[in-house]
Each structure stands twice: as structure tokens, then as C-alpha cells.
């Protein structure tokens, strides 16, 4: 017997029905009604309101208000329910820590940023954080459903934990961020900045439909996202996209190269002075020594791009949207590379993309 002559199980009917329910709901600016949910869903109104009854006894949506009907019938309107839980979002980089707070409807209940001293303890970067989330938890009284993280460091794809680094611009993020916040979700996932970054730019940015792109980080730390095929590609443990330690001249990687030709900072151990390289950028004219620095910031670029054939190049991070870099780079690269490629600038942080990828996950566990 094939197994299209299997009928399905009614619970799986049911929950097939329940899940399109929701769908069109989290698609939806407004409320709708099981009218509404049966026509744009194919779904007979038996079931759609089957659907709703168990949606509404579980919590999962609530009734937004009544629609009246031209012979004076009324329909319920249902939305998706905000107070059944929430997602959690935090981005620690070496210059802030930020949390994001998500209602299951969508709706934001809190956000906030707080900058870091250049010469934060990760005791600092953990009292810092838990404050936020203290000041989170207060805004969102509902069941925290799923969190993402974002750190400054390469997290390992398999166990999940950062993995230290001598060179890193973001040292005091080298601890257990779940262990060491007593964050408690069922669902966790925890990523490098760089990564977040990327998967913001193709889920809701300036790569949204995109397959294969590069995206790079230029900030106290040079980092890029390999979008390939679909998909985010984090190497074997994880340190894909490492661009700020290639290899420029002997044993001196691009981030040193930098810092030599002035990008950087001698109070700095690792990693470019923000403040030094918009000094740097902000003349009438580069100087040969920027520009020498641009070249090979733009020749590393160039040759990952020919290396992965990327069709586009996004620019991201604190320094991407410095009117002298992004010209610079945005004629520089194309004409290194050996296809042709676009170089455009990003629109979404880290931030955005754990808390996507929270909110996502949050849906999910509930069966959309």
C-alpha cells in the first residue's frame, strides 16, 4: 500500500488544522474570524472552529473583539495571545550589552541597551547583563518560552560553548552565558554576533530571499557570515568566517595589519579602535597610509568572494555606514573580484537576528 492510501490520524488532522490556524494569524495585520480562517485556509468551518475552541482553551489565542455582519450577525475576532509567553533576545559585544523582550504576538515588551567600559571583567559583562534581564523579566511577566544569544566570540557549533581565544576583542565574554545568567527556557540557542547578523539580513534585511552572500562585520573586530546555498555555513566547530585572522604579512593577520596602520589602538590588546578609525576615515581626503589599510581590507573581501562566488557582499557593523569606507570598498571589491558582485549596506544587528530566531522558536514549541 502506497502512503498516500494511508488516511491520516484525526489528531494529526487536528493539529495540521490548528497549525494553519495560527499561521494565518501571526501572518495577519488585523484579528480575523473562523469565517476568515476557513476561506483563506481551504479548511471547512467545522473544523477551523474546532480549531478555535481548543486554540482558546489552551491559551494559545484570545478573542480581539466582535465583527457585525450586514444581517446583523456578529463574528468573534481572534488574535494570537500576547500574555501565553514571551521570548528573550541578548547581544553582548566588547562596547554594550542589549536584551529584547518579544510578546508571543509579536509585539515588543522590552528593549534595551547598556554600553560597556572598554576595559569590562566578564564579572562586569555578567552583572550588567543580569540587570537587564531582571529589568526584562519585570516587563514581561509571562512564561519565557525560548532565548537567543549573541556574543562577540566563535561559539562552538556542536557544544554550544564559546571557545576562547587569546586574539579577541571581546575577552570578558569568555563564560557560560546560560549557566552563568540562569537563563531557563526549553529552547536555547546561542551564536556569534557575526552569524546573528547574517541570518537578520536574509530573514528580514537587505539579503531577504537571497541564497548566497557574504556579510561583514566591521567593527572592534573584523568577522563575516557565509550564506551559501541557503543556508548559514559555520565550518567544522565553528570559526568560519574568522576574516579578521587571515593571514596578511607572515605571521600578522588583517586585524594586526590594521591596527599597525593606525585603525587600531595601542591601550587595545586585540581588535581596531572605533573612535581611531572614524578619525581616520572622517578627512577630505585618505591618507596613503588609510588607504593602504582599505586595500587590504578590500583584498581579503575580495578574495573570499571569489573563493565562495557570493552574489553580494553586505556591510555591516559600527563602521559600515562611513560614507569614505563603504565608497571605498563598494568600487574596490567588485573590481578585484573575479564575478560580478554587489556590495550593499546591512540594516539589521545581531540583536535582530537572535531575536528572531527567538521568537521563531517560541512559535514553534507552540505548534506555528
Same mark, same amino acid.
Given at each position: 500500500?502506497?502512503?498516500?492510501?494511508?488516511?491520516?490520524?484525526?489528531?494529526?488532522?487536528?493539529?495540521?488544522?490548528?497549525?494553519?490556524?495560527?499561521?494565518?494569524?501571526?501572518?495577519?495585520?488585523?484579528?480575523?474570524?473562523?469565517?476568515?480562517?476557513?476561506?483563506?485556509?481551504?479548511?471547512?468551518?467545522?473544523?477551523?472552529?474546532?480549531?478555535?475552541?481548543?486554540?482558546?482553551?489552551?491559551?494559545?489565542?484570545?478573542?480581539?473583539?466582535?465583527?457585525?455582519?450586514?444581517?446583523?450577525?456578529?463574528?468573534?475576532?481572534?488574535?494570537?495571545?500576547?500574555?501565553?509567553?514571551?521570548?528573550?533576545?541578548?547581544?553582548?559585544?566588547?562596547?554594550?550589552?542589549?536584551?529584547?523582550?518579544?510578546?508571543?504576538?509579536?509585539?515588543?515588551?522590552?528593549?534595551?541597551? $547598556?554600553? *560597556?567600559?572598554?576595559?569590562? %571583567?566578564?564579572?562586569?559583562?555578567?552583572?550588567? /547583563?543580569?540587570?537587564?534581564?531582571?529589568? =526584562? &523579566?519585570?516587563?514581561?511577566?509571562?512564561?519565557?518560552?525560548?532565548?537567543?544569544?549573541?556574543?562577540?566570540?566563535?561559539?562552538?557549533?556542536?557544544?554550544?560553548?564559546?571557545?576562547?581565544?587569546?586574539?579577541?576583542?571581546?575577552?570578558?565574554?569568555?563564560?557560560?552565558?546560560?549557566?552563568?545568567?540562569?537563563?531557563?527556557?526549553?529552547?536555547?540557542?546561542?551564536?556569534?554576533?557575526?552569524?546573528?547578523?547574517?541570518?537578520?539580513?536574509?530573514?528580514?534585511?537587505?539579503?531577504?530571499?537571497?541564497?548566497?552572500?557574504?556579510?561583514?562585520?566591521?567593527?572592534?573586530?573584523?568577522?563575516?557570515?557565509?550564506?551559501?546555498?541557503?543556508?548559514?555555513?559555520?565550518?567544522?566547530?565553528?570559526?568560519?568566517?574568522?576574516?579578521?585572522?587571515?593571514?596578511?604579512?607572515?605571521? $600578522?593577520? *588583517?586585524?594586526?595589519?590594521? %591596527?599597525?596602520?593606525?585603525?587600531?589602538?595601542? /591601550?587595545?590588546?586585540?581588535?581596531?579602535? =572605533? &573612535?581611531?578609525?572614524?578619525?581616520?576615515?572622517?578627512?577630505?581626503?585618505?591618507?596613503?597610509?588609510?588607504?593602504?589599510?582599505?586595500?587590504?581590507?578590500?583584498?581579503?573581501?575580495?578574495?573570499?568572494?571569489?573563493?565562495?562566488?557570493?552574489?553580494?557582499?553586505?556591510?555591516?557593523?559600527?563602521?559600515?555606514?562611513?560614507?569614505?569606507?563603504?565608497?571605498?570598498?563598494?568600487?574596490?571589491?567588485?573590481?578585484?573580484?573575479?564575478?560580478?558582485?554587489?556590495?550593499?549596506?546591512?540594516?539589521?544587528?545581531?540583536?535582530?537576528?537572535?531575536?528572531?530566531?527567538?521568537?521563531?522558536?517560541?512559535?514553534?514549541?507552540?505548534?506555528?
Amino acid at each position: 500500500m502506497s502512503s498516500t492510501d494511508v488516511s491520516p490520524r484525526p489528531g494529526l488532522l487536528a493539529t495540521i488544522t490548528e497549525h494553519r490556524f495560527l499561521a494565518l494569524l501571526n501572518e495577519s495585520e488585523n484579528p480575523l474570524s473562523r469565517s476568515d480562517i476557513a476561506q483563506l485556509s481551504g479548511i471547512s468551518k467545522p473544523a477551523i472552529s474546532d480549531a478555535a475552541r481548543r486554540l482558546e482553551d489552551a491559551g494559545v489565542i484570545v478573542t480581539t473583539g466582535i465583527r457585525e455582519g450586514r444581517r446583523g450577525g456578529v463574528a468573534a475576532l481572534y488574535g494570537i495571545n500576547p500574555a501565553r509567553g514571551h521570548s528573550v533576545s541578548l547581544a553582548m559585544d566588547s562596547a554594550f550589552v542589549a536584551a529584547r523582550s518579544v510578546r508571543l504576538d509579536g509585539t515588543v515588551a522590552f528593549d534595551k541597551t $547598556e554600553p *560597556l567600559p572598554q576595559d569590562a %571583567s566578564s564579572d562586569f559583562v555578567i552583572a550588567i /547583563a543580569s540587570g537587564l534581564l531582571a529589568s =526584562l &523579566e519585570k516587563a514581561s511577566p509571562t512564561p519565557l518560552l525560548a532565548a537567543a544569544i549573541s556574543v562577540a566570540d566563535p561559539v562552538d557549533r556542536i557544544t554550544g560553548e564559546i571557545i576562547p581565544m587569546a586574539d579577541s576583542v571581546f575577552p570578558a565574554g569568555h563564560f557560560n552565558p546560560v549557566r552563568d545568567l540562569n537563563i531557563e527556557a526549553a529552547e536555547v540557542k546561542i551564536d556569534n554576533d557575526v552569524n546573528w547578523a547574517t541570518l537578520a539580513e536574509h530573514r528580514v534585511g537587505a539579503m531577504k530571499g537571497v541564497g548566497d552572500f557574504l556579510y561583514v562585520h566591521l567593527g572592534a573586530g573584523l568577522g563575516a557570515g557565509l550564506f551559501l546555498g541557503g543556508n548559514l555555513q559555520r565550518g567544522a566547530r565553528g570559526l568560519a568566517g574568522e576574516i579578521g585572522h587571515l593571514q596578511v604579512q607572515g605571521s $600578522e593577520d *588583517l586585524t594586526r595589519t590594521l %591596527s599597525r596602520l593606525g585603525f587600531g589602538n595601542a /591601550a587595545r590588546a586585540y581588535g581596531l579602535d =572605533l &573612535e581611531a578609525s572614524r578619525q581616520l576615515l572622517s578627512g577630505p581626503e585618505l591618507s596613503p597610509t588609510t588607504r593602504e589599510g582599505l586595500d587590504h581590507l578590500a583584498v581579503a573581501i575580495a578574495n573570499m568572494v571569489t573563493l565562495l562566488n557570493s552574489s553580494a557582499v553586505v556591510l555591516g557593523g559600527p563602521l559600515a555606514g562611513i560614507a569614505p569606507l563603504e565608497n571605498y570598498l563598494s568600487t574596490a571589491i567588485p573590481d578585484l573580484s573575479l564575478d560580478r558582485v554587489d556590495v550593499v549596506l546591512g540594516t539589521r544587528s545581531p540583536l535582530d537576528g537572535a531575536s528572531h530566531e527567538a521568537h521563531r522558536m517560541a512559535r514553534a514549541g507552540l505548534g506555528f
